[in-house]
């Protein structure tokens, strides 16, 4: 399966995390499909971080995050669909164009902290991109993934105080 993306389109995780922080007013369709393969990384990205901590009620907590951005993947790419009328399948993980592996690194009260900010921000995110779109089933697709995004927010807070 090829996936066609602009030009522009990030080459690396931490560029897809900037381009995606930078996204907006108005969302494209373009956007979404990176939108959609930045989910996607999530599961990964969510289980890396998981291996530096030894807590494990950190780690359960971690992984639920990480479970539900697979979910959120799977909503854009539905969304995609419903807008074009035509299908944008998530790949896996080794086959994400925009996927480069991330360094394990300890997972802190602090750094637990800063990502809490980053999810809390995906609300707004997802928010802004509902009302980018007039189509109803879409908008609420996108609704859904924001209004988890925070509880994802509320789980790290809850994490870091574990720390
Ligand atoms: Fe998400
Ligand atoms: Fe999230």
Known sequence: ????LPANAPKSTPEAFEYVGSMGPQVTIDDLKILALVEALGLELYAKMAEGTDN???QDL???NGHEELL???RVSQAIEILTGEP???PPIDQNPIYTPLPVSEVTRDSLGKLAEAEFAGQDLY??????????DAKA???QNGKEEAEHG???AKAAKLL
């Open 88 to 90: 944008f399948p998530i």
């Open 56 to 58: 494990q009620a950190v």
């Open 141 to 143: 697709l996108f609704l």
């Open 1 to 4: 399966m090829t996936i066609t």
């Open 62 to 64: 971690l992984m639920e």
């Open 154 to 156: 509320n789980r790290l």
């Open 72 to 74: 959120h993947a799977e």
């Open 127 to 136: 928010a802004g991109i509902a009302a980018s779109f007039d189509n109803a």
